[in-house]
């Protein structure tokens, strides 16, 4: 698939599911929102942008403690949701546009927080995301990014990204720690902060939220299982009530433009 | 579509990076320099490269 075709799966995909998103979704996890929040330390005078927004979850829960909060996605019906959801709360200081992270339209150093949650591996050029995120923030801003992480071994990272490719055919790849905290520094973002955040799903729930044709579903979950009790893909596969269980490692990045 | 001054002031065009302008009706952003027209749809704008509209000239 080339750039385009990657961004248009992932346009349908997320197009396809924009009401899970605000509901029962791990990307609804309070803790994680309340990390996020905290670590990008929110001023009433600053404005912030939350880059492939989804639902809107992170820049409602911005818009109250900031000037302006905004949110660009390539998913019509997820900003469709996001705006919905805004209005219901009563958040009239926050905003939604139809955006390529890739290329944002906003003039350069507008924002005082970037944020950027669990949406990085969907890419088809990160290390472009990353500069324009940069490239928005202001000189003394920060830039919070969110995402899952794969092990830092490569075979066992490979492994992960296969069944990641099943269950999400748009996803270009689950990154290492470290893979991405080069990209951030190649883009002379300081990265000031790692924190980890560990969240735990049932297998087949995972499985099912993506939509992704049954019989690749069915692959992935063979793969898993064949997995369990070397874990060699890294997911931190346990039982938990009789059911497959896995751990989702979530890096929690916190960087600022250097100099 | 209403959009206030501060936001108006940092949207941009997502090619050039240069400033917009609301169209007469609000129905769109105007890139002078890049001869496109973003369109709102649903009051969200739509800020693709891919979907803007050329103008004449």
């Known amino acids: ?19 899970h998103y605000l509901s029962n979704s791990p990307m609804a996890e309070v803790g994680l929102l309340d990390l996020i929040v905290d670590l990008a330390a929110p001023r009433p005078e600053h404005c912030s942008l939350d880059v ?22 390539l998913s019509r019906s997820m900003l469709t949701a ?73 075979h066992t990272r490979e492994l992960h990204n296969r069944i990641e490719k099943l269950r999400t055919p748009s996803k270009v790849k689950v990154y290492a720690r470290s893979e991405i905290q080069s990209m951030m ?55 938990r009530d009789g059911r497959l269980t896995m751990t989702h490692s979530t890096a929690v990045f916190v960087a600022e433009p250097r100099g | 579509m209403t959009l206030s001054q501060d936001l108006l002031a940092i949207l941009a065009c997502p090619a050039c990076k240069g400033v ?15 001869r496109l027209r973003y369109p709102v749809r649903d009051g969200i704008p739509v800020m693709l490269v891919d979907e803007a509209e050329k103008l004449d000239g």
Not at chain 1, 56 to 67: H, I, M, Q, S, W
Not at chain 1, 83 to 105: I, M
Not at chain 1, 206 to 227: E, F, H, K
């Open chain 1, 82 to 154: 996001a705006e919905q959801e805004s209005k219901r709360q009563g958040l009239v200081n926050a905003s939604f546009h139809l955006a390529d992270s890739e290329a944002l339209p906003f003039a350069d150093h507008s924002f005082d927080i970037v944020t950027c949650k669990l949406a990085f591996h969907y890419f088809p050029d990160p290390q472009r995301a990353i500069r324009e995120m940069k490239r928005v923030a202001k000189p003394d801003g920060r830039i919070v990014l969110i995402d899952r992480v794969a092990a830092e071994d490569f």
């Open chain 1, 52 to 73: 492939a927004c989804g639902a809107g979850l992170l820049v409602c829960c911005f818009a109250p403690l900031v000037a302006s909060a905004t949110g660009v996605d």
């Open chain 1, 185 to 239: 520094e190649r883009e002379d973002l300081t990265v000031l902060d790692i924190n980890r955040y560990e969240q735990y799903q049932d297998v087949d729930e995972w499985l099912a939220t993506t939509g992704a044709p049954s019989i690749y579903q069915q692959m992935a979950r063979d793969l898993i299982v064949q997995s369990l009790e070397t874990d060699r893909e890294g997911l931190g596969l346990f039982r």
């Open chain 1, 1 to 19: 698939m080339d750039d385009h075709a990657i961004k248009e799966s992932v346009q349908q995909q997320f197009d396809s599911v924009a009401h």
């Open chain 2, 20 to 34: 917009l302008a609301v169209t007469d009706d609000g129905s769109g952003l105007v890139c002078e320099a890049c």
